[in-house]
Every structure is written in structure tokens, then in C-alpha cells.
């Protein structure tokens, strides 16, 4: 089975786009669809997935008859902005930059608009099916056109005109006034809703908003007909433009692919297209460019703004011998830098890939919303036919009957619940990347939301993983003594004393003689003394008297001729934020539990340091799996955060598994959050992130239905009117919106 992501277009709201993901899942030949709204996108798992494309635009064209499929390298100009950062400004055809567009040998883009194959659409479909070209043959989009409000500001005088006239008196005025209002805002509307009928679909927002605003007319209430017609227009309008500012704003946050690379070819310097730079090519990175590609400094020094990856404010110096990420802004200086990852393997490409998907992956209560809109229209469009007969059979009021009814049809459609849960965690997820907080799933965000005990592994995750001098215990002569005989070592402990020395300006002299022992250390003659330099079994053999201390690290016990002068301590690096993060958690009633490989003393000293209280230490990747399972057994849903490769069978055991972007490849892979920061503050904050989402996902629902539910007991009581029935729709819909985005800017 083959697995690819196309960009459907032309989907006018989230219920719809659930309704064709229904009918795709439903074909013989399709493994898997999903339809992703907050991106457009379709996933589809099929044997051949190209050649099912015109079959599937068809069964989504019973549905929405404008939809038109296309594969997501096609995408047109408005779908992604890439911005290369052309040192020289834009294309010279007044086009922005993007990666579909051809380049000839001025650099100028040929203007091969993808969405038009040779002949005509890049769908494969006949352009008279779908869409007209226009003279520049771009395809020809029934929203951008539905995105004027000037139908509407028309509208909305004309309904205000209908209004004045019928208070003076002027009814066939009135009444003429409101037809014309109707006619340019419900055309469009009703004309959906007759093809939609044509093809057996009564249960579609197009034609029970037609039925509803029609029968007002036939009623007698020609400018409440209008005024629903224009409110529900003035919601969807507003509606889709916040859809279409928070999908912007988080795709083009996290879309930073480079369309071309700057490629350093001898003496010159040529622009190719980011995809065909293969590693160990050279790319040139000016002041104020962004970093194409990852790779390592070759030649120049700057500062690199990493905060459109790891969201980290201060930018950070790059050197020679560096490696960088691409999608960091370089600052100040010129930078050569050598590719070592493709675009398809680079970090701005891993970024979209974990975002789309994430994006994909629909969480519990997403699920349960869809199902729950099959049934709810189907009941609520019963309860409207019910209440407009049976109460008019008995009391002969069939117009007050039939308006309530009419009523119930306006609020009837779930779009409100339908696209506000997924848009609440498409925003969770954007509001993470902002922050380096990679959420791979609304799953794995609706299960954070749970956690209530976060274990962690120790080096890398709590510590930094790197070997640093913390101590000298007896004379200051111990560095220059110890690094003296330790500079020929390649042990980690011996390299960490070496750098302290260097750094400290220190001169190191060779050793006359020098033996390396095994598990033990150095023993060497320096000026003619012997100095022997490790840990306590080494001077308990050369019988040394010393006095042994607890001390968090390894200590590197230094005699000279045969007596004890001091020790140097050599330890990893608590992080920073360590010990905030663990009060963090505790404070929002989550406990922090450590799991390491590493030595008990070890482990205990970093722990009391972070402020964590319980400890299992000397544990096989096995074994921590083990206690994971036990804890999990114990307090319920767990998050374990890990960086090794040893940490990927827990960090798929877990409920939640958390890598650290520092990490290694295994563990990210295996992880449902990526921390690109690497600092554990992270943890607590993805945790309020995900907790949050939740929240405003079931603030929608609750508030979605107690109002759909207050107006439909109003209006059976007949105090409702179509208007506040079109509050209860739109509005709502538009109110679940905003209030799902507002993550964005928290």
C-alpha cells in the first residue's frame, strides 16, 4: 500500500469535508482517507492513490461540486509561501518565490503555475468541469470569488431599504426591494442547494438554509427571509476568514523550505533548486538569509537566530566546525556551510511533515463529533417536519407552527461542533511549533491532557550530557598536573580536564613516562615525580592513603610520590530550567519520577538537586520499561521523557513519549512530542498547551449545543425568532471559532 498527500480545494466547511472523507473510506479501493479542513489536505493509504484521483474528485463533487484534488506538490501559490530569502529581493516578474515555479537562467521564474498541466488543470480534469481559465490560465476559484464582501454591503443596504420601506408602508416596495436583496445574496446558495437536491441531498447546509429563508417569504416575512440569508452569509464570510488566518499563520509559521539554495560552485556562485543540493555541497548563507539546509560550518562566524525552530530568543554564535539547522536565521556574518542533510531529511521539512501529520491525526472527541453530527441533523430536521404539522393539525395555526419550524432547520447544521474540535487543536498544535513544541497528533495532545506522572531519564533530558570540571579539592597546581598526564587520553573524563585547563590558559607539559591502567587511570612521571591520576581502587593498589568523600560526578584522585594531594570532581550539568519545571509540575499536581542507567549517588544527587523525589537508578532499557509499566500500574497515565536510542521502547510504552530535539533520531521517531529547545520547562508548558486545547475543544461542544438547545426551547415556546436561529448556526460557528484560535495568541 502507498501512502501521499494531496491539497483538496474548495470545501466550504468542516461537516462537508467529514461527510467526503465518509464516502472515500467507503470505496473498495481505498485503505485509509483523511480529510484534514484546518489544512486542506487528503491523506490517502491505496495500492495506487494517483490513479483513484479522478474516481475520488467525482465522489467528492456529490457532496461539494466546486472540490477539485490535486496532488500537494502542485499546490497553488496561496497554499504555501516559501520564501527562499533572495539576497537580491524577489523574482523579477513581481512573483513571490515558491517552489513549484521553474527558473530559468536569469533566475527569473517561467511562471509554470502547477496547478495547470500542458493540458490545462494539474488534476488531470477537463478545465469546462470545474473551472474556466482565465487569461493568465490560473484556474478560476469559486471562493476566491465568494471571499468579496461587496455582494454582501449590497445586500445589507437593501435589506436596510426593505426594512424602512415596509415601517412607511410601502409592502410591494418592500416586498420588491427584499427580492432583489435575496436574489444577490441567496442565489448562490439556493442554486447549491437545487444541485444538492437534484442529487438526493436534503440534509445539506445549502438547502435548509434556502428551505428556511424561503419560507419566510412564503409566510409573510420577506425581510426576515432576507435578514437571515444576509446574517448567514455575514457569519460564513467571517467564519472563513478566521479558518483562513489561523491556517495562514500557522502554515506559514512552520513552512520555512528554501525554494532555492545558493550553491558555492569554484569560484562562482549559482542558485539551484533546494531540492537538487545533495550532501557535501557547498550553500552560501548571507547576513539576513535563512538556513537553507542542515549542516556544518565550513568557513565564516556569526550569530544564528534559532527562534523559528526551538522558539528561543537569543541568538547563538556559529563558528567553523559547527553544525546548523536549517530554518534558523543567519544574523550578522557570511557563512559556507556544508550540506549533510537533504531538504526531504532537513529539520524545516521534518517540522511541516510532524505538523500535517499532527494536524491528521484526529483526536477522540474529533471522532466522536463527527459521528454524533451523522445523527444529530437527521433529529433535528425530524423534530422541525414534527413540529410543523402535528401542533398545526390541531390548533389550524400552521403559520406560527411552520415558522418555528423553520426555525429548528436554520440551527439544524453541526458545522459549529464539527469544525471547531479539530480547529482547537490545529491552533494547540500551531501555538506549540511557535514555542519549538512539536505535537505530532491531536491524540497524543487529548492524551497529555491525562498525564498525571511525568518520568524522566536523567543524562540529557535532566542533565546536559556533557562532562564539565566542577570542583578542585586541594592545590589550584592539581589542574596543570592532572591535564599533563591526562592530554594523550581519549576518555571522556580525561578530554572534560584537558578542555578545563585550556580554557584556564594552562601549561601542560609531557610526561617523561606514561602507563594507561584499565578501569582504573593514569600513572605517570612528570619532572621526576610519579603522579598518579584515578579513581580510589587505583590508589588503594599503590597503597595511598586518602579520605574518601560523597560527591555528586566521578572524582579523579590525584598522589603525588606516593602521597594524597586532592581530587578534581568531573560532573554532568543540571539544565537550567530543571528544577523549575519539576516545581512547575508538582504545583499543577503531576509528580516527576526519575529513571536512569547511571549509578545510584549519581542519580539521587541529580534528582535532589531538580527537586525530584522518587529514584530508580541502575536500570537496563528493559528494566525502565518495567518500572514504567509499574508507575503507570500505580498513578495512572504517564508521560516519560528520553534522548537516547536506549530510550525508544519506553518512550513508545508510555501513554505519552517526549524526546528532546537534541536527541537522537530513534527516540524523536519514536516519540509522540518533540521538544526542539531540549529544556525541560518545556514539558510543563506542552502539558498547559495540551490541557488548554482540550478545554476550548469541549468549551465549543458544551457551548455549541446548550445554545442550539436554549433556542430550539424558545422557539417551541415561541419566543425565538429565525434570527436568533441564525445566531444559533453562524454565529456560534463563528464565535467557536474565534475562541479556538485565540490559543494562537496566548
Known amino acids: 500500500m502507498e501512502k501521499k498527500v494531496y491539497i483538496i480545494d474548495n470545501l466550504d466547511c468542516a461537516n462537508c469535508a467529514s461527510k467526503i472523507e465518509a464516502k472515500m473510506n467507503a470505496h473498495p479501493q481505498v485503505q485509509e482517507a483523511t480529510i484534514t479542513f484546518s489544512t486542506r489536505q487528503l491523506r490517502l493509504t491505496a495500492e495506487d492513490p494517483d490513479a483513484l484521483i479522478p474516481e475520488l474528485q467525482e465522489l467528492a463533487r456529490t457532496v461539494e461540486s466546486e472540490a477539485v484534488i490535486y496532488p500537494r506538490e502542485k499546490a497553488p501559490e496561496k497554499e504555501h509561501s516559501h520564501k527562499h530569502h533572495h539576497h537580491d529581493g524577489d523574482c523579477c516578474c513581481g512573483q513571490e518565490h515558491h517552489e513549484h515555479h521553474d527558473h530559468d537562467e536569469d533566475g527569473c521564474c517561467s511562471h509554470a503555475h502547477p496547478h495547470h498541466d500542458e493540458d490545462g488543470c494539474g488534476c488531470g480534469h477537463d478545465h469546462s468541469d470545474h473551472h474556466e481559465d482565465d487569461h493568465h490560465g490560473h484556474g478560476h476559484h469559486p471562493e476566491e470569488e465568494n471571499d468579496s464582501p461587496k455582494p454582501l454591503l449590497i445586500g445589507g443596504v437593501l435589506f436596510a431599504a426593505g426594512l424602512v420601506l415596509e415601517r412607511l408602508g410601502f409592502g410591494w416596495l418592500s416586498m420588491g426591494v427584499c427580492l432583489i436583496a435575496y436574489i444577490l445574496l441567496g442565489w448562490e446558495v439556493v442554486q447549491t442547494a437545487l444541485k444538492n437536491l437534484v442529487k438526493g441531498k436534503m440534509l445539506d447546509e445549502s438547502f435548509l438554509m434556502a428551505l428556511a429563508s424561503i419560507g419566510a417569504f412564503f409566510i409573510g416575512n420577506a425581510p426576515e427571509g432576507v435578514g437571515v440569508m444576509l446574517f448567514y452569509r455575514v457569519g460564513e464570510y467571517f467564519e472563513h476568514k478566521a479558518v483562513e488566518r489561523s491556517r495562514s499563520q500557522i502554515m506559514e509559521a512552520v ?48 550569530r544564528i537566530d534559532t527562534a523559528p525552530i526551538t522558539g528561543e530568543p537569543v541568538p547563538v554564535r556559529a563558528a567553523v566546525g559547527d553544525s546548523v539547522i536549517s530554518g534558523c536565521v543567519n544574523t550578522v556574518g ?36 463527527t459521528r454524533f453530527a451523522r445523527i444529530y441533523t437527521p433529529v433535528v430536521v425530524s423534530i422541525a417536519l414534527v413540529t410543523a404539522i402535528v ?30 474540535v479539530p480547529l482547537a487543536f490545529f491552533a494547540g498544535i500551531g501555538a506549540g511549533s511557535k514555542k519549538g513544541i512539536l505535537f505530532k497528533g491531536g491524540q497524543s495532545m487529548e492524551a497529555m491532557g491525562k498525564v498525571k506522572t511525568v518520568v524522566a531519564d536523567k543524562t540529557g533530558t535532566i542533565t546536559k550530557g556533557d562532562f564539565n570540571l566542577q570542583k578542585i579539592e586541594g592545590s589550584q597546581d592539581l589542574l596543570a598536573l592532572c591535564a599533563s598526564c591526562e592530554q594523550q587520553s581519549t576518555h571522556p573524563i580525561a578530554a572534560s580536564i584537558v578542555a578545563a585547563a585550556k580554557e584556564q590558559g594552562l601549561e601542560l607539559k609531557l610526561p617523561e613516562e606514561l602507563e594507561e591502567l584499565p578501569g582504573r587511570g593514569i600513572r605517570a612521571v612528570l619532572n621526576g615525580r610519579e603522579i598518579l591520576c584515578g579513581n580510589a581502587r587505583l590508589l588503594k593498589e599503590k597503597r595511598v592513603a586518602f579520605r574518601d568523600a560523597q560527591a555528586y560526578g566521578t572524582k579523579v584522585l590525584v598522589a603525588v610520590d606516593g602521597v594524597y594531594e586532592g581530587y578534581l570532581l568531573i560532573a554532568d550539568t543540571l539544565k537550567p530550567g530543571a528544577e523549575s519545571a519539576v516545581r512547575q509540575l508538582r504545583d499543577s499536581g503531576i509528580e516527576t519520577v526519575m529513571l536512569t542507567g547511571d549509578a545510584e549517588d549519581a542519580a539521587q544527587a541529580v534528582a535532589g538537586m531538580a527537586g525530584i523525589r522518587e529514584v530508580h537508578a541502575g536500570l537496563l532499557p528493559h528494566q525502565k520499561l518495567e518500572h514504567l509499566q509499574a508507575i503507570r500500574g500505580e498513578k495512572g497515565a504517564v508521560m516519560y521523557v528520553g534522548d537516547g536510542i536506549n530510550d525508544a521502547p519506553v518512550l513508545a510504552g508510555a501513554d505519552v513519549g517526549a524526546a528532546m530535539g537534541s536527541g537522537a533520531d530513534a527516540a524523536i521517531e519514536a516519540a509522540d512530542v518533540v521538544f526542539m529547545t531540549s529544556d525541560v520547562e518545556a514539558v510543563p508548558q506542552s502539558l498547559r498547551i495540551a490541557k488548554q486545547t482540550a478545554r476550548i475543544a469541549w468549551q465549543n461542544v458544551v457551548f455549541a449545543l446548550a445554545i442550539k438547545l436554549a433556542v430550539m426551547i424558545l422557539g417551541l415556546f415561541g419566543y425565538a425568532s429565525m434570527w436568533m436561529a441564525v445566531f444559533a448556526d453562524s454565529g456560534v460557528a463563528m464565535l467557536c471559532v474565534l475562541n479556538s484560535i485565540r490559543l494562537l495568541y496566548k
Open 255 to 302: 513552512d520555512l523550505r528554501p525554494e532555492v539554495v545558493h550553491l558555492v560552485d569554484g569560484e562562482t556562485v549559482r542558485d539551484i533548486p533546494a531540492e537538487d543540493a545533495e550532501v557535501g555541497n557547498l550553500v552560501l548563507v548571507r547576513p539576513g538569509d535563512r538556513i537553507p539546509l542542515d549542516g556544518i560550518v565550513v568557513s565564516g562566524e556569526s
Open 391 to 420: 401542533p398545526s393539525l390541531f390548533t389550524g395555526n400552521w403559520s406560527y407552527w411552520v415558522y418555528t419550524a423553520l426555525t429548528f432547520l436554520v440551527m439544524s447544521c453541526p458545522c459549529a461542533l464539527v469544525l471547531s
Open 334 to 369: 557570511q557563512l559556507t556551510v556544508r550540506v549533510e542533510k537533504p531538504l526531504a531529511e532537513s529539520m524545516v521539512t521534518r517540522i511541516l511533515d510532524s505538523v500535517e501529520n499532527a494536524a491528521a491525526s484526529k483526536p477522540k472527541i474529533d471522532r466522536f463529533i
